[in-house]
């Protein structure tokens, strides 16, 4: 049974940093794309970032430069970096797979739990 188990969440100040992390297991992470989406209280979910199974990265507009995506094989686990953050980017976040890349969360087969990003002014 697949399973994503998503860490690193917390609070931070403006201009802070956090890196959340994802494990995955129960398919073959390797060759799927992997994904980070956000949800924002009360808004949709929006997509943040994603990996291809040869590691093409692609950025929302409103996190490029600030965010970097990456994926361990070996360990089985997909990374979020997340610097320079603002308060609008306060929002649950979730990793998701699938086994082919799409900018829309209803593509996704698998999914995390969650973890929330608070960042105050």
């Known amino acids: 049974q697949a399973q994503l188990v998503e860490s690193g969440g917390g609070s931070v100040q403006t201009g802070g940093s956090l890196r959340l992390s994802c494990a995955a297991s129960g398919y073959s992470s390797s060759s799927h794309c992997m994904a980070w989406f956000r949800q924002p209280l009360g808004k949709e979910r929006e997509g943040v970032a994603w990996?291809?199974?040869?590691?093409?990265?692609t950025y929302a507009i409103s996190v490029k430069g600030r965010f970097t995506i990456s994926r361990d094989v070996a360990k089985k686990t997909l990374y979020l970096q997340m610097s320079s953050l603002k308060p609008e980017d306060t929002a649950m976040y979730y990793c998701?797979?699938?086994?082919?890349?799409?900018?829309?969360?209803?593509?996704?087969?698998?999914w995390g739990q969650g973890t929330q990003v608070t960042v105050s002014s």
């Open positions: 998701a797979a699938s086994a082919l890349c799409s900018l829309y969360p209803e593509d996704f087969n698998y």
């Open positions: 990996i291809d199974s040869d590691g093409g990265t």
